[in-house]
Nanobody, 124 residues
């Protein structure tokens, strides 16, 4: 089970950190990632992490602004989002595929296990 939290309302240029606590499994094999869905748009990947070798993947539109990381002791994954833009407004989900270890593959092929989403709104 994946439990996401940390969403909220921020102004453009501000930062926000999302958390995703995993339970029932350990984050030491499956890739895990963050995905988002904005109104009227398709769900898209924003970052993925290979938990067995810490290789990350980011699409171009978040490179340099978003950082995915993991705290093994807390079995939790984080998404640090800096310099937020109005177009980053969306519901953010953490998700995984227990049979997928590659961050690149998870972000491109999509996950199979989803947590509940957390709303991020960027507005002045």
């Amino acid at each position: 089970q994946l439990q996401a939290s940390g969403g909220g309302l921020v102004q453009p240029g501000e930062s926000l950190t999302l958390s995703c606590a995993a339970s029932g499994f350990t984050l030491n094999r499956p890739a895990i990632g963050w995905f988002r869905e904005a109104p009227g748009k398709e769900r898209e990947a924003v970052s993925c992490l290979s938990t067995n070798n810490d290789i990350t993947y980011y699409p171009d539109f978040v490179k340099g602004r978003f950082t995915i990381s993991r705290d093994k002791s807390k079995n939790t994954v984080y998404l640090q989002m800096n310099n937020l833009r109005p177009e980053d407004t969306a519901v953010y989900y953490c998700a995984t595929d227990f049979g997928q270890a590659s961050s690149y593959a998870l972000c491109h092929r999509g996950p199979k296990e989803w947590g509940q989403g957390t709303q991020v709104t960027v507005s002045s």
